[in-house]
């Protein structure tokens, strides 16, 4: 039986793309999949599918001049390397015949080891600006799929496929998914999601107009693990993950979210009206572009986190953007699973 190895982690972006894939693979039956991360959230989001798992000790590139950064930047040559070499074990004992990374500090030995073992590789780019691993390792992967389709041209084996979305995301029907949360037909539903780890800037902005969004909307917030608070409000149900996001979606009116890409890709398809508030100074900028990019189409609005006390009228005004709904009715983002399945394929039969 052929073997595909998934790679890439460190946050719910770089594991959640994956997945996608992976439960389209193992609909198929008679596949054997394995996966290296770190010990992180893609170890805890992949350990209902029982699929092998290689926890590898990586160095994380860390942005900014500060003396830590600085001191944990010095160390990385010297743990990339015990890193790669960690990989080249892993990859020895795995046996696959295909790699697929989605980008992550983890997937650069990942690629790194491949590549000496000459085991072919694809990967992913979900952003509209490359991370750092796909652009370090795009030249010698097979294809480097992207998002957008602009991203494609700046890549070495480029290929727009567009995002990778899980197929149980819409499984999902809204009014089921109401009553399933004890919501009627008649509310406005806010669904708030702070990213995998949460937001406290998000979090705090919402709890901080709380009671007076309550008193116009039920809300849904996806806050983060170790970010709930205790509440007497029937309206307010809180999450620290969710597997099932499927749901929370169909069951909303407005989104309010992170501009990270597979959360963008994931509202667009549902066609939801969404706040897009995109993090800044402590990211690579990717979201404020992504968040840019939609915005100018129509797609969505933006709050910048230095507006985040106009939260209420930004609702408002979203809520009452009749251009914007008439524009996700018309989007033509489409998934990119079969584009990248359809690569993949012949290395697996």
Same mark, same amino acid.
Request: hydrophobic share 40%.
């Given at each position: ?28 039956? @008679?596949?054997? %999949?394995?996966?290296?991360?770190? @010990? ?17 000790? #990586? ?16 160390? %990385? ?43 072919? #590789? !694809?990967?992913? /780019? ?14 010698? #992967? ?7 389709? +602009? ?9 727009? $496929? ?10 999902? %029907? ?12 008649? /509310? ?8 995998? $780890? ?20 039920? *809300?849904?917030?996806? #806050? ?6 205790? @509440?007497?409000?029937? @309206?307010?149900?809180?999450?620290? !993950? %969710? ?22 890709? /994931? ?47 930004? *609702? +408002? ?14 989007? $033509?983002?489409?998934?990119?699973? +079969?584009?990248?399945? /359809? ?7």
């Amino acid at each position: 039986m052929k073997k595909i190895l998934f790679t890439g982690g460190g946050s719910a972006g770089h594991v959640i793309p994956n997945l996608a894939l992976i439960e389209q693979l193992l609909s198929l039956g @008679n596949m054997d %999949i394995a996966y290296i991360g770190t @010990n992180g959230i893609e170890k805890r989001i992949l350990a209902p599918l029982h699929i092998p798992y290689y926890a590898l000790h #990586c160095p994380k590139f860390a942005r900014g001049m500060s003396l830590s950064a600085l001191k944990n930047n010095l160390k %990385i040559p010297f743990a990339l390397h015990h890193a790669k070499q960690e990989a080249v074990h892993a990859l020895k004992m795995l046996q696959p015949d295909v790699i697929f990374s989605k980008g992550g500090y983890v997937a650069l030995p990942v690629l790194l080891a491949a590549r000496k073992l000459r085991i072919p #590789c !694809f990967a992913h /780019e979900s952003d509209f600006s490359p991370g750092l691993t796909n652009r370090l390792t795009a030249r010698f #992967c097979k294809k480097m799929f992207t998002s957008f389709p +602009e991203t494609a041209q700046k890549l070495p084996h480029g290929q727009y $496929s567009g995002a990778l979305l899980r197929p149980s995301l819409f499984n999902s %029907i809204r009014k089921q998914a109401r009553a399933s949360l004890s919501i009627s037909e008649e /509310e406005t539903v806010l669904l708030i999601i702070g990213g995998g $780890s949460g937001s406290q800037l998000v979090n705090q902005a919402v709890r901080k107009h709380l009671k007076s969004l309550l008193a116009r909307y039920t *809300i849904l917030h996806v #806050c983060g693990k170790g970010n709930v608070v205790d @509440n007497n409000f029937k @309206n307010y149900h809180q999450f620290e !993950f %969710i597997t099932d996001m499927g749901s929370l979606y169909a069951a909303s009116d407005l989104i309010l979210s992170r501009a990270g890409s597979g959360a963008v890709f /994931e509202i667009l398809a549902f066609k939801k009206p969404s706040i897009l508030i995109p993090l800044e100074h402590a990211s690579r900028g990717d979201q404020v572009e992504n968040a840019k990019y939609f915005a100018e189409k129509g797609l969505c609005h933006i709050l910048h986190q230095t507006q985040l006390d106009t939260l209420p009228t930004a *609702i +408002e005004k979203a809520l009452a953007d009749q251009t914007m709904r008439l524009r996700l009715e018309n989007n $033509s983002f489409t998934a990119g699973n +079969e584009r990248v399945l /359809e690569e993949l394929l012949p290395y697996l039969t």
